[in-house]
């Protein structure tokens, strides 16, 4: 019998700790499996010996379920990249030390594209060494990003905070009788799914976002102002809503010239401030009222409106990945297949990791309107299915009861 640990990394979602609940009490339930441990702070956890006994916290059913609704990561992240290659194993050799003193037969590892690099790479040193370890990727980012996938879990959850806030946002807009434009900066660096996701905000009543700008589209600041123009002339108030990521004809992101120039630790370079840079553009130009709204990390930290959809489906994609490590894959990534959107179903499969990591899946054209400033009903249509249904809050005083680690 081996003992099985799973760990958390990249940035948090509002469903990531659903996914957990199902790894945690699916292993617990396995004759194959001894011991659950969790990682702390992603794969660092184990290079540094930061390990929780989870099968000691003997977690009740009322402690499942609310860590199925706490968003954030339970076990806590990182953004550690591994070494490309294996010219130099030090790395390696200390994480599968890790797991040759500690019993570890499986390793679950819950993350976007950045993470599951890492089940890639050590998926195939385990393979190089011959040792006999079960590493899944158990995926998750609000993004939308990671390629085979219909979707991830997180995003379900994203999309249904964005679609409420823009609807708030575009009631609140409405209140005075002048000419405004409020431009709200949404996630997505290279992918504008959540952007996209703004549309879902519109109805019979609420007209909101008027303009969709997404990284897929190149961006134009003389088109983008004759769009509030020419939307103007129906609607006094304007709500745009744009991807932080979206870039000009010559490659830049349009946040460049107030963006600080740093990088993460995988070369990504922080975005902050399209919003405000297009605030300022249409007050100066149009000599209109502008203000801009940079949602920022509530787009994954809020839990108090989740898609249920989104919670059940990260719950059962935790649970899989432990099924079918049991039953003898490695190597894997779990994967959402679309059985039909009308009604709505959908089928859980693994993939091997190499069809996924490293893969940025990007909105693809059917997607997006002619004029590259809209989505279509064919996104609509993919979806108003992922953000259905209500998961209900435990409070106390007034507030959500969240779970914390000891």
């Not at 990003?145 to 679609?163: M, N, Q, R």
């Not at 003389?222 to 509030?228: G, M, P, S, T, V």
């Not at 839990?303 to 990945?321: N, P, Q, R």
Request: charged fraction near 20%; proline fraction near 3%; include cysteine.
């Amino acid at each position: 019998m081996k003992n099985a640990i799973v760990a958390q990394s990249g940035g948090p979602t509002a469903a990531i700790n659903a996914s957990l609940a199902g790894v945690i009490k699916t292993a617990f339930a396995q004759d194959q499996i001894d011991k659950v441990y969790g990682s702390l702070y992603g794969i660092e956890g184990i290079l540094k010996n930061q390990i929780l006994d989870l099968t000691a916290q003997n977690f009740s059913q009322e402690e499942i379920e609310t860590l199925m609704r706490t968003p954030s990561s339970y076990l806590g992240s990182c953004r550690y990249k591994l070494p490309k290659d294996f010219s130099d194993t030090t790395i390696f050799d200390q994480i599968f030390s890790f797991f040759t003193e500690n019993n570890i037969g499986y390793f679950f590892y819950i993350g976007g594209n950045d993470s599951m690099d890492t089940v890639d790479k050590l998926s195939e040193y385990a393979k190089h060494i011959g040792f006999d370890i079960h590493i899944m990727g158990v995926p998750k980012t609000i993004d939308n990003d990671l390629d085979i996938t219909d979707h991830t879990p997180g995003y379900g959850s994203a999309a249904k905070f964005i679609a409420t806030t823009v609807k708030e946002i575009g009631l609140d807009s409405d209140v005075y009788d002048l000419e405004s434009v409020t431009i709200i900066e949404i996630m997505g660096r290279n992918a504008g799914w959540l952007a996209a996701a703004s549309a879902l905000a519109r109805s019979e009543t609420a007209s909101a976002p008027h303009l969709i700008y997404l990284p897929e589209v190149t961006f134009s600041c003389e088109q983008f102002l004759e769009d509030i123009k020419a939307v103007q002339k129906l609607h006094k108030n304007v709500i745009v809503c744009v991807s932080e990521g979206i870039k000009t004809a010559d490659g830049k992101y349009v946040c460049e010239s107030t963006a600080s120039g740093l990088t993460d630790i995988f070369g990504h370079k922080n975005l902050s401030g399209t919003a405000k840079f297009l605030e300022n553009l249409v007050r100066d130009k149009l000599q209109i009222k502008a203000r801009g709204v940079e949602l920022n990390v509530l787009q994954r930290a809020a839990s108090h409106f989740l898609s249920k959809t989104d919670i059940e489906e990260a719950y059962a994609v935790g649970e899989s990945a432990v099924l079918h490590a049991t039953r003898g894959e490695t190597g894997k990534m779990m994967i959402y297949t679309r059985l039909s959107s009308s009604p709505y179903q959908i089928g859980i499969s693994s993939t091997d990791i190499k069809n996924a990591a490293n893969a940025e899946k990007i909105i693809p054209p059917s997607f997006i309107n002619a004029e590259g400033n809209d989505v279509t009903d064919a996104f609509l249509d993919y979806a108003r299915p992922l953000i259905m249904g209500e998961v209900a809050i435990k409070t106390k005083d007034g507030l959500p009861i969240h779970l914390v680690r000891p």
